[in-house]
């Protein structure tokens, strides 16, 4: 473009510059050419450009409305992703009410996802129904899960009630009852915590410590509490109505709870439950083989066992303790623990010496009873054919006589031979003298009128 000629300064007007003229562009520069955009290249010289106003106002409407869509589409997320956690969560409280090992771990495998879009609440729930799985079930694997998955949750400002949950259970598992106790208060006013703490007392050996938390934990309708609560009863025997109330409500709200089944068969052997009951909820537990662990099936075996003993069923007996399918020795000890059980009478004791493969943290009544058989009761003695009665006849009174006489005691011979060394000594004379002594016999008076 021709550069625009210079302006000699003589030349210049005399009139004063105006504002309006100042801003005012000259008219060599006033054309529309100068609207566009020019983008510079590497071969020609920069030129300025002025963007038009309209594409300006349309790219601000674009970037307001991908802005929008970004915030849009973020919010969703957000409120997706919650609302995600809270159903997870609320699915996996379901299932950790029931305090069963199949209900620990589907609750475990539910939050697995959730655990990793939040570690602290999914996570310290994840880690919960691990730790019970170790501590109640003997999963050993579980256990260190649920330690890894505890890192991050007890690093935060808060800790998560679920989380201390865990570290109460794990330290409960370990037998560490003061740990178990500080995580459980730190869990606050949870049902579950309240369990852990009497669960931690009866350990300890303080039943009287474990009734009020457990009540209160009862109240709320958890079956763990309600299982506890009738162990507490059963075993203090302040109550035994309400113990089988408990249990019964307990497996109301969760059908497979292993305590509350233990303990209403304890009750039935005791004489405050019925047999068929008790059966009924053992068989439950027996018969779960997939969900329900080998020793919480052998416990049900073993009180199944001892139920149909004191019936007189051995061949049920038998049957419920193959169905567990325990190994030689857990077999062998528990033959004999359901003939100990099924023996004694009163309030329920337990069998001392049971193998790891049939113990079980569910049935954790002090043992007491050496596990020894007791004897066989003899046999009846053998009925014979029976005798005709003898017919009754004169000579009755003889036969009597004469068994009368056989009964007499014999005399003794010391005795018979000094009776007869004094008749020897004392000789005949006496026995003359009385002979003489004896008094003549008068004739009467008709002899005598005779013989005149």
Do not use: C
Not at 127 to 151: H, I, K, N, P, Q
């Amino acid at each position: 473009m021709p550069r625009s000629p210079l302006i000699d300064p003589s030349e210049a007007s005399d009139e004063p510059l105006s504002s309006e003229s100042f801003h005012e562009l000259p008219p060599e520069l006033d054309d529309e050419e100068f609207d566009a955009v020019d983008v510079p290249t590497g071969d020609e010289p920069l030129r300025s450009a002025r963007v038009p106003r309209r594409k300006l106002l349309l790219a601000g409407a674009v970037v307001a409305v991908l802005t929008l869509l970004a915030g849009g589409l973020l919010g969703y997320r957000t409120h997706h992703r919650r609302a995600v956690l809270q159903d997870g969560l609320a699915r996996a409280d379901t299932l950790l009410r029931l305090d069963t090992a199949a209900g620990y771990r589907g609750a475990a495998t539910l939050l697995e996802p959730l655990a990793q879009l939040d570690p602290l609440d999914a996570g310290g729930a994840r880690a919960f129904a691990l730790a019970m799985l170790a501590t109640d079930y003997r999963d050993a694997s579980a256990g260190r899960t649920a330690e890894l998955l505890l890192v991050e949750p007890m690093r935060a400002d808060e800790v998560p009630p679920r989380a201390s949950l865990a570290a109460a259970a794990l330290a409960l598992g370990r037998r560490e009852a003061g740990d178990a106790m500080t995580a459980a208060v730190r869990a606050g006013a949870l049902p579950e915590a309240r369990v852990i703490s009497g669960r931690i007392a009866l350990l300890a050996g303080n039943i009287a410590a474990a009734v009020e938390p457990v009540q209160s934990a009862a109240e709320a309708g958890a079956p763990a509490a309600l299982a506890l609560r009738g162990d507490i009863l059963r075993r203090t025997r302040r109550d035994l109505g309400a113990a089988r109330a408990s249990y019964g409500a307990a497996l109301s709200a969760s059908p497979m709870h292993p305590r509350a089944a233990f303990g209403l068969a304890k009750l039935a052997l005791a004489g405050h439950a019925t047999d068929g009951e008790a059966a009924t909820a053992l068989r439950r537990v027996l018969e779960d083989r997939e969900r329900t662990p080998g020793p919480e099936r052998g416990r049900a075996a073993l009180h199944l066992a001892a139920l149909r003993l004191r019936a007189g069923d051995r061949a049920g007996a038998d049957a419920a303790l193959e169905a567990a399918a325990l190994d030689a020795s857990s077999r062998s000890w528990a033959e004999r623990a359901a003939a100990v059980e099924a023996a004694q009478r009163g309030p329920y004791r337990a069998v001392e010496g049971a193998p790891a493969g049939i113990r079980s943290a569910s049935d954790d009544d002090p043992p007491v009873l050496p596990a020894v058989a007791p004897a066989p009761p003899p046999p009846p003695p053998a009925v014979g054919p029976a005798r005709p009665a003898p017919k009754p006849s004169a000579k009755a009174p003889a036969a009597k006589a004469k068994t009368a006489t056989a009964k007499r005691p014999a005399v003794k011979p010391a005795a018979k031979a000094k009776a007869a060394a004094a008749k020897k000594k004392s000789g005949a004379a006496p026995a003359k003298r009385a002979k003489s002594a004896a008094p003549v016999k008068r004739p009467t008076s008709r002899t005598a009128s005779t013989r005149r």
